[in-house]
């Protein structure tokens, strides 16, 4: 079993949805993290959260919000989609302390 | 402004020769670069990685090399193997309070021909 659980994997909605991708970790890591990749332009972050009551932006937030439920939940959502977030999302998480990422499976997310 | 550059988007290599992945960088304050490797359906895997007060770190089949007067470093693999086919993305981190920001490449697309 997967140490980082992306949900769904993939997800086909249209324009004005509202979206939530899931992100749990058995790790124990503090720290986790939300990044999209885009063809051509490689992980961009969106949020981070070094613990329950830290949420951070990051390169590329507009658009996005997260919730960081406890300490192995950080859920992203997009509150009105838009084609242009058509991406593929990953979760990380790393040690306090530590460079190292430890990526989910990824999420696809098409907006119609 | 990208900081972190990987210029080729491909790479094909028969099996058993070396396989040469480049990146290139601007910040001169990164600390620490690393290599993570993707497979199709799955997240980006650490590889390996480098100290910027080194130049040169081996793994096995994998070294990393970095010019820092050059702000360029390099992944070798020797011998290349099939299973090596995958994109591999380079990294590079910036210490910061209370954690670190990592920036990636766009990444290089390796295929190991058999």
């Known amino acids: 079993d997967a140490d980082v659980t992306q949900t769904p994997r993939n997800r086909i909605t249209k324009t004005g949805k509202r979206i939530m991708l899931e992100c749990s970790q058995t790790?124990?890591?503090?720290?986790m993290y939300w990044y999209r990749q885009d063809p051509g332009l490689g992980l961009r972050l969106i949020y981070y959260?070094?613990?329950?009551?830290?949420?951070n932006k990051g390169e590329i937030s507009d658009g996005y919000s997260v919730s960081r439920q406890a300490q192995a939940k950080f859920s992203l959502s997009l509150e009105s989609a838009i084609p242009n977030q058509t991406a593929l999302y990953f979760c990380?998480?790393?040690?306090?302390?530590?460079?190292?990422?430890?990526f989910g499976e990824g999420s696809r997310l098409t907006v119609l | 402004d990208q900081q972190v550059k990987q210029n080729s988007p491909s790479l094909s290599v028969q099996e058993g020769r070396i396989s040469i992945l480049n990146c290139d960088y601007t910040?001169?304050?990164?600390?620490?670069f690393l290599w993570y490797k993707k497979y199709p359906a799955e997240g980006p895997t650490f590889l390996i990685s480098?100290?910027?007060?080194?130049d040169k770190n081996e793994d096995g089949r994998f070294t990393v090399f970095l010019n820092k007067s050059a702000k360029h470093l390099s992944l070798h693999i020797v011998p290349s193997q099939p299973g090596d086919s995958a994109v591999y993305f380079c990294a590079a981190t910036l210490g910061n309070t209370g954690g670190f920001k990592t920036i990636f490449g766009a990444g290089t697309r390796l295929f190991v021909k058999a």
């Open positions: 480098i100290s910027s007060i080194k």
């Open positions: 959260s070094f613990d329950v009551k830290d949420i």
């Open positions: 910040n001169s304050m990164f600390d620490y």
């Open positions: 990380a998480t790393s040690r306090g302390g530590g460079r190292e990422l430890f």
């Open positions: 790790k124990g890591h503090d720290r």
